[in-house]
């Protein structure tokens, strides 16, 4: 499974890349803290894979990267193969680039 820090996914961000953030947390956990994904809980990632693209790459995240590592499982089930997980999650992210951004 290929991963990506949060520092490179920061890169990406500021650099505007095109690529698609996934966020499979629950609603509640996306609105306490997000970092702009698109929201695709790991419960419905299956019925709702027709969101996510298979054209360029995609970062997968979730609290602490293994929600993520999950639903990248189950995508690469479907034929997936541009996807990346996000090592640590959210937590990592705030850690490493947002102290500011609420964990819980």
Same mark, same amino acid.
């Given at each position: 499974? @290929?991963?990506?820090?949060?520092?490179?996914?920061?890169?990406?961000?500021?650099?505007? #890349?095109?690529? @698609?953030?996934?966020?499979?947390?629950?609603?509640? #956990?996306?609105?306490?803290?997000?970092?702009?994904?698109? !929201?695709?809980? !790991?419960?419905?990632?299956?019925? #709702?894979?027709?969101?996510?693209?298979?054209?360029?790459?995609?970062?997968? =995240?979730?609290?602490?990267?293994?929600?993520?590592?999950?639903?990248? =499982? @189950? !995508?690469?089930? !479907?034929?997936?193969? /541009?996807?990346? /997980?996000?090592?640590?999650?959210?937590?990592?992210?705030?850690?490493?680039?947002?102290?500011?951004?609420?964990?819980?």
């Amino acid at each position: 499974m @290929q991963e990506i820090t949060v520092q490179e996914l920061k890169e990406k961000l500021d650099s505007g #890349e095109d690529f @698609q953030l996934i966020d499979v947390r629950e609603d509640f #956990e996306y609105e306490t803290s997000n970092i702009g994904g698109q !929201l695709i809980p !790991l419960g419905g990632i299956l019925i #709702e894979a027709d969101k996510i693209s298979k054209d360029k790459p995609v970062v997968v =995240m979730c609290r602490s990267g293994k929600r993520s590592a999950a639903a990248i =499982m @189950q !995508l690469e089930q !479907l034929g997936y193969g /541009n996807l990346s /997980n996000l090592q640590g999650g959210i937590l990592a992210w705030a850690a490493e680039i947002d102290p500011d951004i609420q964990v819980y």
